[in-house]
């Protein structure tokens, strides 16, 4: 019943937007009571929070799935976020997700609630890069997957160019963040590459 309930709720999305959507279309959608939607989902703001979870995780379980074949860094950050933007153009209710982004409510959802899709995005993302490359720096993995996450929702939501340049210019901008040798700062902590430490004692 639930799964039905979210299924009727990305229609209405796709349809109507975040705004126009009401639980009462979404039980009728669903061919079930309104009673029984707010019973599954107290609110819409529980609503609002299952729909993100349920495409958060479709968004992210592409892009993981390109770090699992063979290739290098380059070939799966092309991979993921080439994914992601043709997933983010194509998909509606995605799309539909991304552009409430200036509902006050859903830029909570987005961007600062309890489980947000970049926090999400930036642990999932950098835990399949380090599965598939364990000798990047866990550090650098983190933040190239946030700001990754970051540069994609932006890119969908105001296309400068083709999905796939831009996907080729995310990957050459992370790769060679991943694999520059040396230190560097953040916070005021140093953390070393793994390039730097396969070079030998300074």
Same mark, same amino acid.
């Given at each position: 019943?639930?799964? %039905?309930?979210?299924?009727?709720?990305?229609?209405?999305? +796709?349809?109507?937007?975040?705004?126009?959507?009401?639980?009462?279309?979404?039980?009728?959608?669903?061919? @079930?009571?309104?009673?029984? @939607?707010?019973?599954?989902?107290?609110?819409?703001?529980?609503?609002?929070?299952?729909?993100? %979870?349920?495409?958060?995780? /479709?968004?992210?379980?592409? #892009? +993981?799935?390109?770090?699992?074949?063979?290739?290098?860094?380059?070939? /799966?950050?092309?991979?993921?976020?080439?994914?992601?933007?043709? +997933?983010?153009?194509?998909?509606?209710?995605?799309?539909?997700?991304?552009?409430?982004? %200036?509902?006050? /409510?859903?830029?909570?959802?987005?961007?600062?609630?309890?489980?947000?899709? @970049?926090?999400?995005?930036?642990?999932? #993302?950098?835990?399949?890069?380090?599965?598939? /490359?364990?000798?990047?720096?866990?550090?650098?993995?983190?933040?190239?997957?946030?700001?990754?996450?970051?540069?994609?929702?932006?890119?969908?939501?105001? $296309?400068?160019?083709? $999905?796939?340049?831009?996907?080729?210019?995310?990957?050459?901008?992370?790769?060679?963040?991943?694999?520059? $040798?040396?230190?560097?700062?953040?916070?005021?902590?140093?953390?070393?590459?793994?390039?730097?430490?396969?070079?030998? $004692?300074?």
């Amino acid at each position: 019943m639930r799964d %039905d309930i979210l299924d009727a709720a990305l229609l209405e999305l +796709e349809l109507t937007g975040w705004r126009a959507l009401r639980m009462s279309e979404v039980a009728t959608r669903a061919g @079930v009571s309104r009673q029984t @939607v707010y019973n599954t989902f107290s609110n819409r703001s529980e609503l609002a929070k299952a729909m993100v %979870d349920r495409l958060t995780d /479709h968004f992210l379980a592409g #892009v +993981e799935a390109a770090f699992m074949r063979d290739g290098t860094i380059f070939e /799966h950050w092309l991979a993921g976020v080439g994914y992601a933007l043709h +997933e983010g153009t194509r998909n509606a209710a995605l799309h539909a997700m991304l552009a409430a982004g %200036d509902d006050e /409510h859903f830029l909570d959802l987005l961007t600062r609630g309890a489980d947000p899709v @970049v926090q999400t995005a930036r642990t999932r #993302v950098s835990a399949a890069a380090l599965r598939s /490359h364990p000798d990047l720096d866990p550090e650098r993995a983190r933040i190239a997957a946030e700001a990754t996450a970051r540069l994609v929702i932006s890119s969908i939501m105001l $296309p400068l160019h083709p $999905p796939d340049q831009t996907a080729y210019h995310i990957a050459v901008m992370v790769t060679a963040m991943l694999e520059a $040798p040396g230190t560097w700062q953040r916070n005021g902590r140093t953390s070393r590459a793994t390039a730097a430490s396969r070079s030998g $004692p300074e």
